[in-house]
């Protein structure tokens, strides 16, 4: 069904009593068009399913009918990344978060993730999505979050605004989890182009933070790509800061081929953090398939230490945009 220029899925009616929901597993399907560049939003997640240049992806794909994998392409909130052991306190309260991510017994990734967002507005080249975190254990606070997807010359622009439906204040933090595909080959065969001088250093087996160090330490100088290299086999899971802006404020991620195709990522205010992957799995297929690019407004266990914590007031809106393009 299209809705005002986009296309959607919609119910099919089995009998006069009683309805179906036909929407493909990962959500309802929202596809946008302008120019050269299309794109998909499944709503499970809000999350970008595609996003094509000329037909060339510079995002790691996934089927409308099948389960999103992991967090590829999903909107991030009412927290980036992780809080350890999911324990925080917050306003002098103790909270315990349900744990997520079983393997290393964090919360991982916030709670909006899996959600079904309600399609609140679409165009042909924008679509709105919204969900209402609503207050439970672990988060006893109630947010709606927002999500704006559009296409336009410069790419796809994302905008994400959250408001506080609470009468106390809320521990807040958002960010994006795409793979970005800068063309043919994988993670390996890419240039790096990454402008950040800190890196956050983690244990090598739960990734709890560590400390924040240069990147131009012999212990730290695999993780400098402020000049741009390939990225070779080195691996990476790990939060950057002290972001490099041009005179518009502006930080520029760029993932380049060498032929020269490649795809980059931009952020303005209010995401200080970037949590790079390079997406290591054990299945051959999938592994390094994509460079997961994630600026964050905060970094990991930012709800424990209280670093760069978003603290959202009552009906008070907090907004941050990114944009992702091809080159």
Known sequence: ???NGAVTESTSAVSPSASVDRRPISGRRVDLEHGAYTASIASVGASLRFLRHDGRDLVVPFDAEEVRPAFRGAMLAPWPNRVVDGRYTFAGVDHQLALTEPARGHALHGLAAWSEWDLVSSSAASAAFRVVIEAQEGYPFRVQVTATYTLDDDGLRTDVEALNLGDVDAPYGTGPHPYLVAGEGRVDDWTLELPAAVVLTVTPDRLIPISLEPVDTEATEHFD??????????FIDHAYTALDRDVDGRVTVRVTTPSGSGVAMHWGDGLPWVQVHTADQP?????????AVEPMTCP????????????????TPHRVSWTIAAL
């Open 300 to 315: 990991p266990d930012a709800f424990s230490t209280g670093t760069d914590l978003v603290v959202l007031a009552p009906n």
């Open 1 to 3: 069904m299209r809705q």
């Open 283 to 291: 299945v051959a297929e999938l592994n390094r398939l994509g460079l």
């Open 225 to 234: 790509f402020r000049a741009p290299r390939t990225i070779g086999d080195t």
